[in-house]
């Protein structure tokens, strides 16, 4: 009998404190439900791909393309962005250039340029995601012919983080134009 009478207590109580907080003036802050979360997302990774875009087609002017035909790709097992190397090795072909990877150690005869990359994967849920999303938060790309630098591009994510939530493609397909066109 104790224990409905402590259930009456708590609904009276629990009633009481929904009455006052509706009769406070201001704002209620409370936690957006999740499909605002996924608008807040695409929209800010919309951003960051038409950006990218923009970047894209203006990439070439005025900037020269180096003369690779081929490039052996040196496999690192360290970046675990599992899109990583065919999404380099997608935009390579975009500009006619084939390539191949390879494990450390066991680099093909004939390999006129090698290129090494590094990646970093970060997590963050946002202000709406407790269990959190992985994001590429920096990578580098170097090329190299006969042990000597031919380019080397990195990116690291923007000062104000509007690009962490845009695609590992558009970042990608960035990083490998700007380790091909030198001004």
């Known amino acids: 009998m104790a224990a409905v009478g402590m259930v009456k207590q708590h609904f009276v109580t629990a009633s009481l404190a929904a009455l006052l907080v509706a009769t406070l003036p201001g ?3 409370l936690p957006p439900p999740l499909p605002i979360r996924d608008i807040m997302t695409a929209t800010v990774s919309g951003i ?16 020269t393309r180096l003369p690779v035909k081929e490039v052996c790709i040196l496999w690192n097992d360290t970046v675990y962005i599992a899109e990583f190397v065919p999404t380099v ?25 090698v290129m090494e990359y590094q990646a970093m ?14 994001y590429m938060s920096y990578a580098s790309i170097t090329l190299r012919r006969g042990g000597t630098v031919l ?33």
């Not at 990877?101 to 006129?112: H, M």
């Not at 994967?121 to 992985?134: E, S, V």
């Open 48 to 63: 960051s791909e038409l950006s990218s875009m923009t970047q894209e087609s203006s990439i070439s002017k005025g900037r």
């Open 121 to 134: 994967r970060a997590w963050d849920g946002g202000a709406f995601n407790r269990d959190g999303m992985p």
């Open 89 to 113: 090795q997608q935009r390579l072909r975009k500009y006619g250039i084939s390539s191949a990877v390879y494990s450390p150690g066991t680099e093909p005869a004939g390999c006129s340029s």
């Open 27 to 29: 704002c209620l802050i």
């Open 151 to 183: 380019s080397t591009a990195s990116y690291q994510m923007g000062g104000m983080k509007l690009d962490k939530w845009a695609s590992n493609e558009s970042k990608l397909y960035t990083l490998v134009d700007n380790l091909l066109f030198k001004y």
